[in-house]
């Protein structure tokens, strides 16, 4: 039985090109970098300019006063929550506040607070609040807070309130505050650390002086 053959290659006088030898940076007897950065940041280059590099997402909330921050409010009210119910937990520099259904016993020193949604420059998402008791210091904080809605402002705490000073001109005055989160979210990061559901909260705890 006749068995095919393949046909014969075609002779060439053309010497066969060889491949190149590898070549790398890394010094005689120095260990490679595990992660070539160069390609991670090509890729990120690349995905930002075709639009799939990832949205950043707003996972943390601080509940803090602005302190010596650059801030912007929102003309929108349902960034603010007014005369909610809270403790302070050192001093007035931090509160807890109250669930709505728990019912504490007198004399915890529970006190009432206005809330309200801030933008740090450039753009950090925060929950201020401020005592309703301290009633000399509510009209010009309140001042504060409508003219953080079309400046970015810095307040200047006074003997009897606050005052503030808007942004110089250029960038930052022109730059404009990220309110994209919805308020109630804001509102739920900002208190996950920061609600009282129980008198088995530690807090309640020791002012009862169980702890």
Not at 192 to 206: E, G, T, V
Request: glycine content about 4%; overall charge neutral; proline content about 10%.
């Amino acid at each position: 039985m006749h068995t095919p053959t393949a046909p014969d290659e075609p002779k060439s006088d053309s010497p066969v090109a060889q491949p190149a030898p590898a070549t790398s940076s890394v010094k005689p007897g120095a260990k490679a970098p595990l992660i070539d950065m160069k390609v991670f940041r090509e890729q990120h280059a690349a995905a930002k300019l075709d639009g799939t590099a990832p949205a950043t997402t707003v996972t943390v909330v601080a509940l803090a006063k602005p302190k010596d921050n650059w801030i912007r409010t929102s003309p929108d009210m349902s960034y603010y929550l007014d005369d909610i119910r809270g403790i302070p937990k050192t001093g007035k520099s931090d509160i807890k506040l109250i669930h709505p259904s728990l019912v504490l016993p007198d004399g915890l020193g529970e006190k009432h607070y206005n809330l309200y949604a801030y933008v740090v420059a450039p753009n950090t998402l925060c929950v201020g609040f401020y005592s309703t008791y301290d009633t000399t210091w509510l009209p010009s904080m309140q001042r504060c807070i409508i003219a953080a809605q079309t400046h970015w402002i810095k307040l200047v705490q006074e003997r009897d309130g606050f005052s503030y000073v808007t942004a110089p001109p250029g960038e930052l005055a022109k730059r404009e505050p990220n309110f994209s989160v919805p308020a109630d979210a804001v509102f739920q990061m900002a208190f996950a650390d920061h609600m009282i559901h129980s008198l088995d909260d530690p807090i309640i705890q020791a002012k009862l002086g169980l702890l």
